[in-house]
C-alpha cells in the first residue's frame, strides 16, 4: 500500500502526509506486512458534524486552487480516497452551515481537476488528486451530484461561477442518454481498459433529473429541461414498479433496495394515483428498517434480504445494518411527504450515532451492499453530510434555498424578488422600514412612513416600486420556485422577473400579445428607464438584457405565460 493511517511516533502539530518507512500490519487475511510511503499527522479536534467535514479538507500536496475532502475518517482503511459523490456532498453541508468559502474551495479544486471531456472520475487520492485516481471509472451518477451541488451553490450564493462547469459536465452526461429517456451508467474500469456500461440504475437516472432540471431553471437552456423530462418519462415507466409499489433498482432489475424508494420522493414528489410513489415509504418501512441490537438505534438498511437470504449476485446476505445516509435520505422523504413524525423519529435516531468529534458512521456495522459485498462503519462525509441536511430539512434533489443581494439606489426603484423570502413581511425585508417607502399596484397597495394599505406580504410574481434613502444591498434569503413563469394578463402588468439568470429581451419577449416592455435601470450611478417592443428594429429598443431583480411592465394584447430563456437563445 502507498499510505496508510499510523500513530506516529512524534508530536506532529502539521496536519498533512509525511514520509515515513514504517512497517505496519495488514487487515488482509494473509496477514503480510506492507511499507507505508506516507503517514498521517493527527488533525486538529472538531465537537460538531461541520467542524468534522472541514478538518477532513485535505491539506494541498499539489498545486491546486482548492482541496478536496477526504471521504472517511482516520480509522478507515482508505483514509486518503476523496469519492466525487462525497464532494458534492460536502459542499451542500458547508452551505448548509454558513461555510460558503470552504464550498467554495471543493468547487475551485473540482473544476481544477475536471476532464477535457467535462466528467469526473469516481474517485482521487486528497493528497494527489491530479496524478492520482484511486478509481478512475467515470460514473453517471457521482457526476449528477457535482451539478446538484453547484445548483446548490448558486442557487444559495447567487454566483453563477461554476455554472460553466455544470454545463461542461451536463454536456457528457448527455452522451449517456437512451432513446426511451434513460441514461447508462457510465464508463467503467476493469483495471486495464475503460467500456462503456449498458445498464441503466434508477438511482442515477434520479440525481441526473435533478442534476438538469434546476440547470435549467438556473441557465434557462431547454436541453436541459427536454432532457430531464425524458429522464423522468424514464423512471415513470421503466423504473417504477406499481406491482409492488416501490422503485426497482434499475432496468430490467427489480431488486429491492432502499435509496430508490426514499430519493424517489425527493426528486420526484409524492406523486398520485397509478405513480404514487410515496408507496414506497410504506415499502420500505415493512422490509428494510432495522433495529440495531448492539448500538441500540433503529433505521434502514441498504436493501431487502429475500427468503433465500442471497443477494442478487448470490452472495450470501443476512448481516443487516442502520446504514446512515440512507435512514437521512428516508427521514427527509417522509418529511417531504408531510410525515413529520417518522421525519422526526428516524433523524433523532441518527443523532445517537454523532460521535465526539462530530462526525457520524456510515453505517452502524459491516453490512451486505448489494453488489459490492460488504459495507463498513468508518466515520463518513456520506453518513455526517447527510445528517446535516436532515438537520436542515434540506432535499438536496429539490434546493429551495436561496439567497440574492436587492441593489436599491437612493431615490426610487422598480424591482423584483424571484425567491420566496423566509420572512415575507416588510419590516423583515426592508429593516428599518421607516427608509422605505413601497407602492405596487394590481391593485394599489402601499407601504408610506409606517402606514400600510392593501399591502399583505412581498409576492416573487410582482413588481415593486421602492424608494430608498440611500445606495444600498438588501439580502434576501428565502426559497427558490420549482417553476417560475412571468404571468401577463389583457392590459397592464407589474410583475417580477422570477428568474436566477439574464435573457435577451427579444427572445424573451418576442411571443405575439407583447405590446411592449418597460423596466428602470437602477444603478448606483444613473437612472434611466428602458423599453423594448417587438415590433420594433432591435436597434430603437434600448431594454436589451434583462436581470435578476428587475421590475418590469409589460402591455399586452392577450393573456400569455412566458418561461425564461438565457442569454445563449436556448
Partial sequence: IVAALIDPPFNSTDEGYHPNGYLLESNESNNKNYSALFVYAKKKNSTTPVEWLEAQLSV???????????SYGQE????????????????????????????????????????????????????????????PR????????????????TIFTGDTAFIPMAEKNAAWLLSFQDEDGGLKGGIDFNGTDFKPITWKSTEHNLDVYSALDYLFLLTGNKTYKNASDAVRGW??????????GRFNQGENDSYPVTDTNTWGVLALGPGNGSLNFSRGLRWILNYTKYFDIGRSVEGFDFNYDNETGMDNDGTNDGVDTVWVEGTEGAALAFHEVNDEKNYSYFHNEMGKLIQADGSLPYATREGSLPQLGTTNNWTSIAGTAWYIMGKHKYNPFRPTLARMNLHLQDGWNLVSIPITPSNVSVTSLFPPVSKFSIISFAPLAYYLNETTYNFDEIRTTKSYWVKSSKNEDIQVLGNYPDNPIIQ??????????????????????????????????????????L??????????????????????????????NI???SNDGH
Fill in 563 to 565: 418561461s425564461g430563456r
Fill in 488 to 529: 401577463v394578463f389583457k392590459g397592464w402588468n407589474f410583475v417580477s422577473y422570477p428568474f436566477f439568470f439574464s435573457a435577451l429581451a427579444n427572445e424573451t419577449f418576442n411571443s405575439p400579445p407583447i405590446l411592449s416592455v418597460y423596466a428602470l435601470n437602477s444603478s448606483f450611478n444613473k437612472t434611466q428607464w
Fill in 531 to 560: 423599453s423594448y417592443s417587438p415590433s420594433r428594429a432591435d436597434s430603437i429598443n434600448t431594454l436589451r438584457e434583462i436581470k435578476p431583480g428587475m421590475g418590469l411592465i409589460i402591455a399586452a394584447m392577450n393573456e400569455t
Fill in 138 to 153: 467515470k460514473m453517471v451518477g457521482s457526476n449528477a451530484w457535482i451539478i446538484m451541488a453547484v445548483n446548490a451553490y
Fill in 76 to 135: 478507515s482503511l482508505i483514509p486518503f480516497n476523496a469519492y466525487s459523490y462525497d464532494e458534492a456532498l460536502a459542499v451542500i453541508g458547508f452551505l448548509l452551515e454558513n461555510r460558503t468559502g470552504l464550498a467554495q474551495e471543493v468547487l475551485y479544486e473540482l473544476m481544477h481537476l475536471q476532464s477535457e471531456d467535462g466528467s469526473f472520475p469516481f474517485c482521487w487520492m486528497a493528497y494527489r488528486p491530479n496524478t492520482t485516481q484511486c478509481w
Fill in 60 to 70: 494541498e500536496q499539489e498545486n491546486g486552487p482548492g482541496r478536496l475532502a477526504k
Fill in 235 to 244: 423512471l415513470e415507466t421503466e423504473a417504477w414498479n406499481d406491482a409492488e
